[in-house]
């Protein structure tokens, strides 16, 4: 069975980076069939679709945070990573990463919340 | 850019009535880039509906999608108190390539 498990820091500072990880377990993060990518949702607020990544490293992100985001590859560890610079409070949200079976997102991890803060 | 608008935005039905979930786009959305989700409290989004009417693995045929173009439909027949939840449509391909509506929250009486 496919686990998706988001790890980093809970909170962090205004005008910092936020970064995320997602260790993928129970198949392979090189496999061909997929794009991986990272949904947010504020807190009592909808879904934000941040971007999303192929093994070989092609990425493709929301245009709205589109300076600001990076989401990496490491398929020698099964992970991929979420950097957003220069955060403020609108960043706070519950991060998710998925997984993106042709044009939805078949498997989530359970979430992680990302408090922004001084 | 597409936007997906979802209404109503709260539904308030009996179990065993029928839910009738609307999804309408700001431009055309290929049927195939449509799907649905549902978020219970404290959870993950969970997909029920992807291709506009194919329905997930282990997803209950209670569940069905339909729609084209701008105009998608989520229909659960015969409620059932865990359905209360969340519900999301989402689409891919368009600008930006995926968005979700702003969901429409399923009250179970």
């Known amino acids: 069975q496919l686990q998706l498990q988001e790890s980093g820091p809970g909170l962090v500072k205004p005008s910092e980076t936020l970064s995320l990880t997602c260790t993928v377990s129970?198949?392979?993060?090189?496999?061909?069939?997929?794009?991986w990518g990272w949904i947010r949702q504020p807190p009592g607020k909808g879904l934000e679709w941040i971007g999303s990544?192929?093994?070989?490293?092609?990425?493709s992100y929301n245009a709205s945070l589109n300076s600001r985001v990076t989401i990496s590859v490491d398929t020698s560890k099964n992970q991929f990573s979420l950097k957003l610079n220069s955060v403020t409070a609108a960043d706070t949200a519950v991060y998710y990463c998925?997984?993106?079976?042709?044009?939805?997102?078949?498997?989530w991890g359970q979430g992680t919340l990302v408090t922004v803060s001084s | 850019e597409i936007v997906l608008t979802q209404s109503p935005v709260t539904l308030s039905l009996s179990p065993g009535e029928r839910a009738t979930l609307s999804c309408r786009a700001s431009?055309?959305?290929?049927?195939?880039?449509l799907a649905w989700y549902q978020q219970k409290p404290g959870q993950a989004p969970k997909v029920l509906i992807y291709?506009?009417?194919s329905r997930a693995t282990g997803i209950p045929d209670r569940f069905s999608g339909s729609g084209s173009g701008t105009d998608f439909t989520l229909t659960i027949s015969r409620l059932e108190p865990e359905d209360c939840a969340v519900y999301y449509c989402?689409?891919?391909?368009?600008?930006?390539?995926?968005?979700f509506g702003q969901g429409t929250k399923l009250e179970i009486k």
């Open positions: 998925t997984r993106q079976a042709s044009h939805y997102f078949d498997y």
């Open positions: 129970g198949g392979s993060i090189s496999s061909s069939s997929y794009y």
């Open positions: 990544i192929y093994y070989s490293g092609s990425t």
């Open positions: 431009q055309s959305v290929s049927s195939s880039y």
């Open positions: 291709g506009a009417s």
């Open positions: 989402q689409q891919y391909g368009g600008s930006p390539p995926c968005s």
